[in-house]
């Protein structure tokens, strides 16, 4: 069974602060990888992709690729309460017959305290 | 503007009754899919399509049915099989199966 797995949470962090969130996932082949961010009652918004090992950064948003740990990362700088959200780690991984699809994780709520 | 459009928002079923929720996408992706959110839940693949008159079963596709006759539109059918229908219903679209995936607002459907 091929799976990513995140903290659900809650992370609560207060505002300013670094926002730390984590994912793991089974498949050592993946090569796609992505951040969305899920509103209570609204649909989840891409905020990151990354391919490749390292850091990629985007305004107040750093995602983190370790291929050899099979870990992937999200760090929110400067957080503010409208960061407040549930954080969905996506992994494209080989279907079982064949072709590639992607696995979400459960998710992880993130509470910025003001 | 260029997206994706779920409809109806809100859909409410009778039991044993056949309900069909509507996504289009006029971003010329060739990949599209469907999930079932549960409260408090993350994402469950019901189907998806990699190329139009092409479509597979994803983890969960008991109870559901899909088509994909235009590239633009990825209707999902769920059926009186379905045992517990009552979810929050989200179609996707992607350039090919390897790209991020961008989201419709979601359908929301309650079973009385």
């Known amino acids: 069974q091929k799976e990513v797995e995140q903290n659900s949470g809650p992370l609560s962090v207060p505002e300013g602060a670094i926002a730390s969130l984590n994912c793991t996932y089974s498949?050592?082949?993946?090569?796609?990888f992505f951040w969305y961010r899920q509103y209570s009652g609204k649909s989840p918004e891409l905020i990151m992709f990354?391919?490749?090992?390292g850091d990629k950064e985007d305004g107040r948003f750093t995602a983190q690729l370790n291929k050899a740990s099979q870990y992937v990362s999200l760090l929110i700088r400067d957080s503010q309460p409208s960061d407040s959200a549930t954080y969905l780690c996506?992994?494209?991984?080989?279907?079982?017959?064949?072709?590639?699809?992607?696995?979400f994780g459960a998710g992880t709520r993130l509470f910025v305290k003001a | 503007d260029g997206g994706i459009t779920q409809s109806p928002k809100y859909l409410f079923r009778k039991e044993g009754q056949n309900v069909t929720l509507s996504c289009e996408q006029n971003l010329n992706h060739d990949a599209m899919y469907w999930y079932r959110q549960d409260p408090g839940q993350g994402l469950r693949l019901i189907y998806y399509s990699q190329i139009v008159n092409d479509f597979q079963k994803g983890d969960i596709a008991e109870g559901y049915s899909v088509s994909r006759e235009k590239k633009e539109s990825f209707p999902l059918t769920v059926t009186s099989a379905q045992k517990n229908p009552t979810a929050f219903y989200l179609c996707?679209?992607?350039?090919?199966?390897?790209?991020?995936?961008?989201f419709g607002p979601g359908t929301r459907l309650t079973v009385l």
């Open positions: 996707a679209s992607s350039r090919d199966y390897l790209n991020e995936q961008f």
């Open positions: 990354i391919y490749s090992n």
């Open positions: 996506a992994v494209n991984m080989e279907g079982e017959t064949g072709g590639f699809k992607t696995i």
């Open positions: 498949d050592r082949g993946s090569q796609s």
